[in-house]
Protein backbone atom coordinates (compact mmCIF):
# COMPACT_ATOMS: atom_id res chain seq x y z
CA UNK A 1 0.00 0.00 0.00
CA UNK A 2 1.48 3.72 -0.63
CA UNK A 3 3.01 5.73 1.92
CA UNK A 4 2.51 8.99 2.03
CA UNK A 5 3.06 10.89 -1.38
CA UNK A 6 5.82 8.69 -2.50
CA UNK A 7 7.13 9.09 -6.29
CA UNK A 8 9.75 6.31 -7.28
CA UNK A 9 12.50 6.87 -10.55
CA UNK A 10 12.71 3.95 -12.08
CA UNK A 11 13.58 2.62 -15.63
CA UNK A 12 15.04 -0.84 -16.75
CA UNK A 13 18.17 0.84 -17.90
CA UNK A 14 20.99 2.93 -16.29
CA UNK A 15 22.03 6.32 -17.17
CA UNK A 16 18.66 7.99 -18.28
CA UNK A 17 18.22 10.32 -15.60
CA UNK A 18 16.74 8.97 -12.46
CA UNK A 19 19.30 10.14 -10.18
CA UNK A 20 19.40 13.45 -11.37
CA UNK A 21 15.76 14.07 -12.03
CA UNK A 22 15.35 12.52 -8.43
CA UNK A 23 18.10 15.22 -6.82
CA UNK A 24 16.75 18.31 -8.84
CA UNK A 25 12.92 17.86 -8.89
CA UNK A 26 13.51 17.00 -5.14
CA UNK A 27 15.61 20.30 -4.56
CA UNK A 28 13.28 22.25 -6.78
CA UNK A 29 10.23 21.88 -4.53
CA UNK A 30 11.92 21.72 -1.68
CA UNK A 31 13.24 25.50 -2.55
CA UNK A 32 9.50 25.91 -2.70
CA UNK A 33 8.46 25.65 0.70
CA UNK A 34 7.63 21.80 0.60
CA UNK A 35 9.03 19.45 2.52
CA UNK A 36 10.39 16.67 0.79
CA UNK A 37 12.19 13.54 1.73
CA UNK A 38 14.84 11.47 -1.25
CA UNK A 39 15.50 8.01 -0.65
CA UNK A 40 18.40 6.61 -2.67
CA UNK A 41 18.15 2.62 -3.19
CA UNK A 42 20.71 2.96 -5.51
CA UNK A 43 24.29 0.58 -4.83
CA UNK A 44 25.96 3.82 -6.68
CA UNK A 45 24.68 6.36 -4.41
CA UNK A 46 25.30 9.38 -6.69
CA UNK A 47 22.67 11.50 -5.06
CA UNK A 48 25.02 12.19 -2.44
CA UNK A 49 27.37 13.17 -5.09
CA UNK A 50 24.54 15.56 -7.09
CA UNK A 51 23.44 17.21 -3.49
CA UNK A 52 27.57 17.64 -2.73
CA UNK A 53 28.14 15.70 0.31
CA UNK A 54 30.56 13.06 0.43
CA UNK A 55 29.69 9.50 -1.21
CA UNK A 56 28.36 7.09 1.20
CA UNK A 57 29.04 3.56 1.71
CA UNK A 58 25.13 2.73 2.57
CA UNK A 59 25.68 0.44 5.77
CA UNK A 60 23.33 2.88 7.64
CA UNK A 61 20.60 2.02 5.12
CA UNK A 62 21.42 -1.27 5.00
CA UNK A 63 21.78 -1.55 8.73
CA UNK A 64 18.65 0.51 9.53
CA UNK A 65 16.56 -1.97 6.57
CA UNK A 66 17.96 -5.45 9.00
CA UNK A 67 17.20 -3.89 12.10
CA UNK A 68 14.64 -2.13 14.34
CA UNK A 69 16.82 1.14 13.59
CA UNK A 70 15.25 3.82 12.15
CA UNK A 71 16.17 5.23 8.36
CA UNK A 72 19.44 7.40 8.64
CA UNK A 73 17.85 10.41 7.51
CA UNK A 74 20.44 13.27 6.55
CA UNK A 75 18.34 16.35 7.75
CA UNK A 76 18.18 19.73 5.38
CA UNK A 77 20.72 18.53 3.00
CA UNK A 78 19.16 21.43 1.54
CA UNK A 79 16.15 24.01 3.21
CA UNK A 80 13.48 21.22 3.25
CA UNK A 81 15.24 18.85 1.92
CA UNK A 82 16.01 15.52 3.77
CA UNK A 83 18.09 12.96 2.03
CA UNK A 84 18.33 8.86 2.79
CA UNK A 85 21.58 8.27 1.15
CA UNK A 86 22.68 4.86 -0.77
CA UNK A 87 25.97 3.41 -1.03
CA UNK A 88 27.33 0.15 -2.01
CA UNK A 89 25.94 -1.85 1.00
CA UNK A 90 22.34 -1.62 -0.41
CA UNK A 91 23.89 -4.09 -3.46
CA UNK A 92 23.76 -6.84 -0.66
CA UNK A 93 19.94 -6.18 -0.33
CA UNK A 94 18.63 -8.10 -2.81
CA UNK A 95 20.02 -11.73 -1.53
CA UNK A 96 19.36 -10.64 1.91
CA UNK A 97 15.78 -10.36 1.71
CA UNK A 98 15.40 -13.05 -1.02
CA UNK A 99 16.72 -16.11 1.44
CA UNK A 100 14.73 -13.85 4.35
CA UNK A 101 11.90 -13.88 1.79
CA UNK A 102 12.23 -17.51 1.57
CA UNK A 103 12.16 -18.50 5.09
CA UNK A 104 8.67 -16.78 5.55
CA UNK A 105 10.21 -13.23 6.77
CA UNK A 106 9.39 -10.10 6.24
CA UNK A 107 10.31 -9.40 2.80
CA UNK A 108 11.99 -5.83 1.71
CA UNK A 109 9.00 -4.04 0.59
CA UNK A 110 7.11 -4.92 4.02
CA UNK A 111 10.51 -3.74 5.95
CA UNK A 112 10.38 -0.12 4.15
CA UNK A 113 7.03 0.47 4.20
CA UNK A 114 7.40 -0.05 7.94
CA UNK A 115 10.05 2.43 8.18
CA UNK A 116 8.02 4.52 6.09
CA UNK A 117 4.38 4.59 7.54
CA UNK A 118 5.90 6.29 11.20
CA UNK A 119 7.37 9.20 9.53
CA UNK A 120 4.75 9.63 6.32
CA UNK A 121 3.31 12.79 8.07
CA UNK A 122 6.25 14.66 8.16
CA UNK A 123 6.20 14.99 4.65
CA UNK A 124 4.77 16.61 2.08
CA UNK A 125 6.76 14.59 -0.66
CA UNK A 126 8.91 11.22 -0.55
CA UNK A 127 11.31 10.56 -3.59
CA UNK A 128 12.97 7.16 -3.81
CA UNK A 129 15.65 6.48 -6.77
CA UNK A 130 15.95 3.24 -7.79
CA UNK A 131 19.10 1.39 -9.25
CA UNK A 132 18.05 0.15 -13.16
CA UNK A 133 18.56 -4.23 -12.79
CA UNK A 134 17.79 -5.12 -9.10
CA UNK A 135 14.09 -6.18 -9.08
CA UNK A 136 14.04 -6.67 -5.03
CA UNK A 137 15.31 -3.22 -4.67
CA UNK A 138 12.76 -1.48 -7.51
CA UNK A 139 9.95 -3.78 -6.62
CA UNK A 140 10.18 -2.52 -2.82
CA UNK A 141 10.05 0.93 -4.12
CA UNK A 142 7.13 0.47 -6.12
CA UNK A 143 4.91 -1.41 -3.19
CA UNK A 144 5.20 1.70 -1.05
CA UNK A 145 4.65 4.38 -4.03
CA UNK A 146 1.91 6.16 -4.94
CA UNK A 147 3.04 7.06 -8.91
CA UNK A 148 6.39 5.93 -10.36
CA UNK A 149 7.79 8.02 -13.20
CA UNK A 150 10.15 6.73 -15.95
CA UNK A 151 12.92 8.28 -17.71
CA UNK A 152 13.61 7.51 -20.81
CA UNK A 153 16.34 9.04 -23.79
CA UNK A 154 15.80 8.70 -27.09
CA UNK A 155 17.48 5.25 -28.39
CA UNK A 156 15.94 2.07 -28.38
CA UNK A 157 17.55 0.43 -25.31
CA UNK A 158 15.83 2.80 -23.02
CA UNK A 159 12.52 2.66 -24.53
CA UNK A 160 12.95 -0.93 -23.74
CA UNK A 161 13.75 -0.22 -19.93
CA UNK A 162 10.43 1.10 -19.98
CA UNK A 163 8.89 -2.16 -20.82
CA UNK A 164 11.20 -4.16 -17.79
CA UNK A 165 9.28 -1.17 -15.08
CA UNK A 166 6.11 -1.87 -17.19
CA UNK A 167 6.88 -5.78 -15.60
CA UNK A 168 7.97 -5.01 -12.09
CA UNK A 169 4.60 -2.77 -11.97
CA UNK A 170 2.41 -5.58 -12.94
CA UNK A 171 4.41 -7.17 -9.92
CA UNK A 172 3.54 -5.53 -7.73
CA UNK A 173 -0.31 -3.83 -8.40
CA UNK A 174 -2.10 -6.94 -6.38
CA UNK A 175 0.18 -5.46 -3.62
CA UNK A 176 -0.13 -1.79 -3.96
CA UNK A 177 -3.35 -1.52 -6.14
CA UNK A 178 -2.85 2.32 -5.66
CA UNK A 179 0.45 2.64 -7.48
CA UNK A 180 -0.20 4.24 -10.99
CA UNK A 181 2.12 5.65 -13.89
CA UNK A 182 2.88 9.31 -13.71
CA UNK A 183 4.06 9.23 -17.13
CA UNK A 184 7.22 8.93 -18.94
CA UNK A 185 10.34 11.94 -19.14
CA UNK A 186 12.69 12.36 -21.73
CA UNK A 187 15.89 12.77 -21.09
CA UNK A 188 19.05 14.02 -22.37
CA UNK A 189 17.22 15.50 -25.56
CA UNK A 190 19.59 17.17 -28.37
CA UNK A 191 17.75 20.61 -29.99
CA UNK A 192 18.57 19.00 -33.14
CA UNK A 193 16.16 16.09 -32.82
CA UNK A 194 13.06 17.69 -33.28
CA UNK A 195 11.26 14.59 -35.89
CA UNK A 196 13.02 12.09 -33.35
CA UNK A 197 11.64 13.37 -30.84
CA UNK A 198 8.27 13.63 -31.89
CA UNK A 199 8.32 10.06 -33.41
CA UNK A 200 9.47 8.97 -29.97
CA UNK A 201 6.78 10.50 -28.29
CA UNK A 202 4.47 8.96 -30.66
CA UNK A 203 5.68 5.63 -30.30
CA UNK A 204 5.61 5.74 -26.64
CA UNK A 205 1.67 7.46 -26.33
CA UNK A 206 1.19 4.32 -27.86
CA UNK A 207 2.98 1.99 -26.57
CA UNK A 208 1.62 3.71 -22.98
CA UNK A 209 -2.28 3.62 -24.21
CA UNK A 210 -4.53 5.67 -21.93
CA UNK A 211 -2.32 4.57 -18.89
CA UNK A 212 -0.12 7.76 -18.75
CA UNK A 213 0.99 10.84 -20.79
CA UNK A 214 4.31 11.77 -21.83
CA UNK A 215 5.39 15.00 -20.18
CA UNK A 216 5.35 18.11 -22.12
CA UNK A 217 8.84 19.48 -20.61
CA UNK A 218 11.77 17.60 -21.81
CA UNK A 219 15.09 18.14 -20.06
CA UNK A 220 17.60 19.25 -22.46
CA UNK A 221 20.87 17.69 -23.29
CA UNK A 222 23.49 19.47 -21.94
CA UNK A 223 26.92 17.77 -21.51
CA UNK A 224 29.00 20.62 -19.81
CA UNK A 225 26.15 21.40 -17.60
CA UNK A 226 25.83 17.66 -16.02
CA UNK A 227 29.47 17.59 -15.46
CA UNK A 228 29.85 20.52 -13.72
CA UNK A 229 27.01 19.93 -11.93
CA UNK A 230 28.41 16.34 -10.77
CA UNK A 231 31.68 17.63 -10.19
CA UNK A 232 30.65 20.58 -7.78
CA UNK A 233 27.66 18.89 -6.10
CA UNK A 234 25.32 21.55 -7.38
CA UNK A 235 21.25 21.10 -8.91
CA UNK A 236 21.17 22.37 -11.77
CA UNK A 237 19.42 25.88 -10.88
CA UNK A 238 22.27 26.15 -8.64
CA UNK A 239 24.69 25.80 -10.96
CA UNK A 240 23.10 28.20 -12.99
CA UNK A 241 23.41 30.95 -10.39
CA UNK A 242 26.90 29.40 -10.29
CA UNK A 243 27.60 29.89 -13.99
CA UNK A 244 26.72 33.86 -13.48
CA UNK A 245 29.17 34.56 -10.63
CA UNK A 246 31.93 32.28 -12.80
CA UNK A 247 31.31 34.85 -15.83
CA UNK A 248 31.79 37.84 -13.40
CA UNK A 249 34.99 35.74 -12.16
CA UNK A 250 36.44 34.86 -16.02
CA UNK A 251 35.87 38.57 -16.87
CA UNK A 252 37.67 40.15 -13.67
CA UNK A 253 40.29 37.72 -14.46
CA UNK A 254 40.71 38.85 -18.60
CA UNK A 255 40.98 42.42 -16.78
CA UNK A 256 43.40 41.64 -14.43
CA UNK A 257 45.34 39.32 -17.32
CA UNK A 258 45.23 36.43 -14.82
CA UNK A 259 43.44 32.81 -15.87
CA UNK A 260 40.58 31.17 -14.56
CA UNK A 261 42.00 27.73 -12.93
CA UNK A 262 38.17 26.04 -11.41
CA UNK A 263 36.11 27.75 -14.24
CA UNK A 264 32.62 25.98 -15.03
CA UNK A 265 31.99 24.35 -18.17
CA UNK A 266 28.86 25.58 -18.62
CA UNK A 267 28.22 29.06 -19.50
CA UNK A 268 24.86 29.43 -19.24
CA UNK A 269 22.46 27.16 -17.41
CA UNK A 270 19.58 28.79 -17.34
CA UNK A 271 17.42 26.91 -20.05
CA UNK A 272 17.91 23.64 -18.35
CA UNK A 273 17.33 24.93 -15.13
CA UNK A 274 14.05 25.54 -16.50
CA UNK A 275 13.33 22.73 -18.04
CA UNK A 276 13.96 21.28 -14.44
CA UNK A 277 11.43 24.05 -13.37
CA UNK A 278 8.63 22.97 -15.81
CA UNK A 279 8.89 19.37 -15.26
CA UNK A 280 8.71 19.45 -11.37
CA UNK A 281 5.79 21.78 -11.63
CA UNK A 282 4.32 18.96 -14.24
CA UNK A 283 5.09 16.15 -12.02
CA UNK A 284 3.48 17.62 -8.90
CA UNK A 285 0.13 18.56 -10.56
CA UNK A 286 -0.06 15.45 -11.94
CA UNK A 287 0.71 13.47 -8.57
CA UNK A 288 -2.44 15.45 -7.16
CA UNK A 289 -4.20 14.32 -10.04
CA UNK A 290 -3.59 10.73 -9.55
CA UNK A 291 -4.09 11.35 -5.50
CA UNK A 292 -7.70 12.84 -6.17
CA UNK A 293 -8.10 9.71 -8.28
CA UNK A 294 -7.24 7.76 -5.87
CA UNK A 295 -9.53 9.05 -3.38
CA UNK A 296 -12.49 9.45 -5.74
CA UNK A 297 -11.91 5.30 -6.50
CA UNK A 298 -11.94 4.25 -2.58
CA UNK B 1 53.48 54.46 -32.43
CA UNK B 2 50.93 53.22 -30.09
CA UNK B 3 47.69 51.80 -31.50
CA UNK B 4 44.23 53.20 -30.80
CA UNK B 5 41.89 50.67 -29.26
CA UNK B 6 38.49 50.53 -28.81
CA UNK B 7 37.48 50.74 -24.86
CA UNK B 8 36.58 47.13 -24.01
CA UNK B 9 35.40 47.61 -20.18
CA UNK B 10 31.62 48.36 -21.04
CA UNK B 11 31.57 45.49 -23.29
CA UNK B 12 32.86 42.94 -20.66
CA UNK B 13 31.03 44.22 -17.70
CA UNK B 14 28.51 41.88 -16.74
CA UNK B 15 25.01 42.84 -17.58
CA UNK B 16 23.17 43.04 -15.28
CA UNK B 17 20.11 41.24 -16.57
CA UNK B 18 22.17 38.05 -16.45
CA UNK B 19 22.94 38.80 -13.43
CA UNK B 20 19.17 38.61 -11.66
CA UNK B 21 18.78 35.58 -9.43
CA UNK B 22 15.97 33.68 -11.35
CA UNK B 23 14.14 32.15 -8.99
CA UNK B 24 13.15 28.44 -10.00
CA UNK B 25 10.73 27.72 -7.01
CA UNK B 26 8.17 30.08 -8.85
CA UNK B 27 5.25 28.13 -9.46
CA UNK B 28 6.13 25.41 -7.19
CA UNK B 29 5.02 26.65 -3.97
CA UNK B 30 1.48 25.18 -2.75
CA UNK B 31 1.05 22.55 -5.55
CA UNK B 32 1.18 20.17 -2.81
CA UNK B 33 -1.62 20.09 -0.29
CA UNK B 34 -0.23 18.63 2.98
CA UNK B 35 -0.52 14.75 2.12
CA UNK B 36 -3.81 13.15 3.20
CA UNK B 37 -3.13 10.96 6.14
CA UNK B 38 -3.66 7.28 5.46
CA UNK B 39 -4.77 4.48 8.00
CA UNK B 40 -3.63 1.56 6.65
CA UNK B 41 -4.94 -1.75 7.51
CA UNK B 42 -2.51 -2.55 9.90
CA UNK B 43 1.39 -2.07 9.98
CA UNK B 44 3.17 -5.45 8.50
CA UNK B 45 5.06 -6.40 11.26
CA UNK B 46 8.83 -6.47 10.96
CA UNK B 47 10.80 -9.58 12.59
CA UNK B 48 13.39 -8.14 15.26
CA UNK B 49 16.76 -8.56 14.19
CA UNK B 50 17.64 -11.88 14.24
CA UNK B 51 21.24 -10.67 13.68
CA UNK B 52 23.37 -8.00 15.05
CA UNK B 53 23.54 -4.85 12.58
CA UNK B 54 26.46 -5.09 10.27
CA UNK B 55 28.85 -3.12 11.75
CA UNK B 56 28.65 0.65 9.72
CA UNK B 57 31.72 1.55 7.59
CA UNK B 58 31.24 5.29 6.32
CA UNK B 59 28.88 6.85 8.31
CA UNK B 60 26.16 8.75 6.06
CA UNK B 61 26.24 12.81 7.10
CA UNK B 62 24.85 13.14 10.40
CA UNK B 63 22.03 10.81 10.49
CA UNK B 64 19.53 11.73 13.02
CA UNK B 65 16.52 10.08 14.11
CA UNK B 66 13.70 9.32 12.00
CA UNK B 67 10.89 10.38 14.23
CA UNK B 68 12.30 13.70 14.97
CA UNK B 69 9.85 15.91 13.95
CA UNK B 70 10.84 18.95 11.40
CA UNK B 71 8.89 22.43 11.84
CA UNK B 72 6.78 22.66 8.53
CA UNK B 73 7.87 24.88 5.80
CA UNK B 74 7.46 28.38 6.47
CA UNK B 75 6.19 29.41 2.57
CA UNK B 76 3.11 30.95 2.16
CA UNK B 77 0.57 28.63 1.12
CA UNK B 78 -2.45 29.63 -0.67
CA UNK B 79 -5.80 28.40 0.97
CA UNK B 80 -8.46 26.31 -1.36
CA UNK B 81 -11.12 28.92 -0.42
CA UNK B 82 -9.72 32.14 -1.75
CA UNK B 83 -10.85 32.97 -4.90
CA UNK B 84 -7.73 35.27 -5.48
CA UNK B 85 -5.72 32.44 -5.87
CA UNK B 86 -4.04 31.27 -9.21
CA UNK B 87 -2.41 27.76 -9.81
CA UNK B 88 -2.03 25.74 -12.79
CA UNK B 89 -4.81 23.14 -13.45
CA UNK B 90 -3.76 20.24 -15.43
CA UNK B 91 -5.80 19.52 -18.25
CA UNK B 92 -4.50 16.17 -21.09
CA UNK B 93 -5.21 16.37 -24.42
CA UNK B 94 -5.25 13.70 -26.99
CA UNK B 95 -1.90 14.43 -29.37
CA UNK B 96 -4.85 15.47 -32.40
CA UNK B 97 -6.77 17.66 -30.16
CA UNK B 98 -3.36 19.22 -28.24
CA UNK B 99 -2.70 19.94 -32.26
CA UNK B 100 -5.93 21.24 -32.70
CA UNK B 101 -5.21 24.05 -30.08
CA UNK B 102 -1.69 24.83 -30.31
CA UNK B 103 -2.97 25.90 -34.03
CA UNK B 104 -5.76 27.84 -32.62
CA UNK B 105 -3.48 29.34 -29.92
CA UNK B 106 -1.01 30.22 -33.18
CA UNK B 107 -3.25 31.66 -35.43
CA UNK B 108 -5.68 33.92 -33.45
CA UNK B 109 -2.92 35.22 -30.41
CA UNK B 110 -5.01 33.60 -27.77
CA UNK B 111 -3.56 31.47 -24.98
CA UNK B 112 -4.82 27.68 -23.75
CA UNK B 113 -6.99 29.50 -20.80
CA UNK B 114 -8.86 31.93 -23.12
CA UNK B 115 -9.18 29.17 -25.78
CA UNK B 116 -10.77 27.11 -22.76
CA UNK B 117 -13.19 30.52 -21.75
CA UNK B 118 -14.39 30.75 -25.17
CA UNK B 119 -15.17 26.80 -25.25
CA UNK B 120 -17.72 26.70 -22.26
CA UNK B 121 -19.06 30.30 -23.79
CA UNK B 122 -19.85 28.56 -27.10
CA UNK B 123 -20.87 25.26 -26.25
CA UNK B 124 -24.11 24.42 -24.21
CA UNK B 125 -24.50 22.16 -20.97
CA UNK B 126 -26.82 20.01 -23.20
CA UNK B 127 -24.00 19.40 -25.19
CA UNK B 128 -21.68 18.19 -22.99
CA UNK B 129 -24.25 16.19 -21.31
CA UNK B 130 -25.44 14.63 -24.17
CA UNK B 131 -21.38 14.06 -24.65
CA UNK B 132 -20.72 12.41 -21.40
CA UNK B 133 -23.46 10.39 -21.43
CA UNK B 134 -22.96 9.17 -24.85
CA UNK B 135 -19.46 7.71 -23.99
CA UNK B 136 -20.95 5.33 -21.20
CA UNK B 137 -24.05 4.63 -22.45
CA UNK B 138 -22.69 0.88 -24.17
CA UNK B 139 -24.47 -1.35 -21.93
CA UNK B 140 -23.78 -5.53 -21.94
CA UNK B 141 -27.80 -7.43 -22.33
CA UNK B 142 -27.22 -8.09 -19.16
CA UNK B 143 -27.59 -4.20 -18.47
CA UNK B 144 -24.30 -3.70 -16.47
CA UNK B 145 -22.27 -1.43 -18.08
CA UNK B 146 -19.26 -2.08 -19.89
CA UNK B 147 -15.74 0.04 -19.13
CA UNK B 148 -15.09 2.78 -22.19
CA UNK B 149 -11.43 1.83 -23.14
CA UNK B 150 -10.06 4.93 -25.00
CA UNK B 151 -8.12 3.89 -28.37
CA UNK B 152 -4.28 2.91 -28.28
CA UNK B 153 -1.93 5.85 -29.53
CA UNK B 154 -4.47 8.35 -27.82
CA UNK B 155 -3.02 8.77 -24.43
CA UNK B 156 -3.14 12.98 -23.07
CA UNK B 157 -0.61 15.13 -23.15
CA UNK B 158 -1.06 17.69 -20.28
CA UNK B 159 -1.20 21.05 -20.63
CA UNK B 160 -1.28 23.74 -17.68
CA UNK B 161 -4.37 26.51 -17.27
CA UNK B 162 -4.11 29.16 -15.08
CA UNK B 163 -7.12 29.57 -13.20
CA UNK B 164 -8.07 31.39 -9.90
CA UNK B 165 -10.38 30.03 -7.54
CA UNK B 166 -13.61 31.05 -8.53
CA UNK B 167 -12.80 29.87 -11.80
CA UNK B 168 -11.78 26.26 -10.51
CA UNK B 169 -14.94 26.14 -8.83
CA UNK B 170 -16.97 27.12 -11.84
CA UNK B 171 -15.39 24.10 -13.11
CA UNK B 172 -16.06 21.63 -10.33
CA UNK B 173 -19.27 22.93 -10.43
CA UNK B 174 -19.53 22.49 -14.17
CA UNK B 175 -18.48 18.32 -14.27
CA UNK B 176 -20.25 17.84 -11.21
CA UNK B 177 -23.59 19.34 -13.82
CA UNK B 178 -22.52 17.70 -17.00
CA UNK B 179 -21.47 14.25 -15.46
CA UNK B 180 -18.15 14.76 -16.34
CA UNK B 181 -15.17 12.35 -14.44
CA UNK B 182 -13.27 15.03 -14.26
CA UNK B 183 -12.10 18.60 -14.50
CA UNK B 184 -9.74 17.06 -16.94
CA UNK B 185 -12.18 15.34 -18.96
CA UNK B 186 -14.58 18.34 -18.71
CA UNK B 187 -12.16 20.92 -20.58
CA UNK B 188 -10.87 18.66 -22.81
CA UNK B 189 -14.65 17.79 -24.09
CA UNK B 190 -15.23 21.43 -24.45
CA UNK B 191 -12.15 22.08 -26.61
CA UNK B 192 -12.79 19.11 -28.70
CA UNK B 193 -16.36 19.99 -29.43
CA UNK B 194 -15.44 23.26 -29.95
CA UNK B 195 -12.00 22.80 -32.43
CA UNK B 196 -12.84 19.55 -33.12
Given at each position: MAVGRTLVFAQGKGGVGKTTLTSNTAALAASAGHRVLVIDLDQQGNVARDLGFPPNSGDDLMSSLLT??????????????????????????????????????????????????????????????TPPGDRILVEAALSVALAVAIPTRMDEASIDGVTRIAERFLAVTPRNPQLRLAGVVLFAISSRTTRLERDVRNALAETLGD????????IRHLESAAADARRRGLLIHELEQAAVADRTARINALRN?????DGLYARDASGL??????????????????ENEAVVTT | MTIE?????????PQPTKKEPVDRSAGLAGLLPPPRRVTPPAAPAVEAPAEAAP?????????????????????ARPQATETDVTSNVAVYLEPDLLELVKTARRTRGLNYDDLTVEAFAAISDDTLRNHFTQTRTAQTSGGMPTRVRRP????????????????????????????APSRSALVAAALRLQLG
Open positions: AAPLPISKDVRPNLDVVAGGPAIGDAASVFASRSARGSSDLADVLEAKLRPIEADYDLILIDAAPVFTTRKTSLTAEDYQELTRELLTRLIEI | RPHLADAFKAAGEKAPEPKPATAKKPRATARGTSGIQIQLRLDGTQRAWLDQKQEEVG
